[in-house]
């Protein structure tokens, strides 16, 4: 197994990138800028590239007069970049999962906005107004759990 660490969002940018499609090294400096909203060095792009390509996992393609490099994904490349998303999809789920709450009267998440209000004294998490209308109802006589 290969063992490249991936350090920084800028190289597994990089890779997703060449999943995408073959670039050359000036394409793939100038979509990591669009990205990071600064400029991008050649040495932050091109010790990696050939990091890769010592690694088996993108070969180099000559096209043109000039004979352009153009990096490509060998289909180890792609096995190793689908390795490195599940982790990181991982560790962006976990991120992401603390700041999701769940409706106190319908139990769907709710990432960003929602609604809250104070029922019986204590705080509650909705989805919408309409779902604290009918917990309110629901509740008008009776104690409400805090599960």
Same mark, same amino acid.
């Given at each position: 197994?290969?063992?490249?660490?991936?350090?920084?969002?800028?190289?597994?940018?990089?890779?997703?990138?060449?999943?995408?499609?073959?670039?050359?090294?000036?394409?793939?400096?100038?979509?990591?800028?669009?990205?990071?909203?600064?400029?991008?060095?050649?040495?932050? =792009?091109?010790?990696?590239?050939?990091?890769?390509?010592?690694?088996?996992?993108?070969?180099?393609?000559?096209?043109?007069?000039?004979?352009?490099?153009?990096?490509?994904?060998?289909?180890?490349?792609?096995?190793?970049?689908?390795?490195?998303?599940?982790?990181?999809?991982?560790?962006?789920?976990?991120?992401?999962?603390?700041? =999701?709450?769940?409706?106190?009267?319908?139990?769907?998440?709710?990432?960003?906005?929602?609604?809250?209000?104070?029922?019986?004294?204590?705080?509650?998490?909705?989805?919408?107004?309409?779902?604290?209308?009918?917990?309110?109802?629901?509740?008008?006589?009776?104690?409400?759990?805090?599960?």
């Amino acid at each position: 197994m290969v063992n490249i660490k991936i350090t920084s969002l800028l190289k597994l940018y990089t890779l997703i990138l060449l999943s995408k499609k073959p670039m050359h090294g000036y394409e793939i400096i100038k979509e990591l800028e669009k990205c990071a909203i600064q400029k991008i060095s050649a040495s932050h =792009v091109y010790p990696f590239l050939a990091l890769l390509k010592k690694n088996n996992l993108i070969i180099l393609n000559n096209l043109g007069n000039r004979e352009k490099k153009q990096y490509a994904l060998t289909s180890e490349g792609r096995k190793f970049v689908n390795e490195m998303l599940n982790k990181f999809s991982i560790m962006v789920d976990a991120g992401v999962r603390r700041k =999701v709450k769940k409706c106190a009267h319908c139990d769907c998440q709710i990432y960003e906005g929602g609604y809250k209000e104070k029922i019986n004294g204590k705080m509650f998490n909705f989805c919408c107004m309409h779902c604290a209308k009918s917990l309110k109802k629901l509740t008008k006589n009776s104690v409400i759990s805090t599960v």
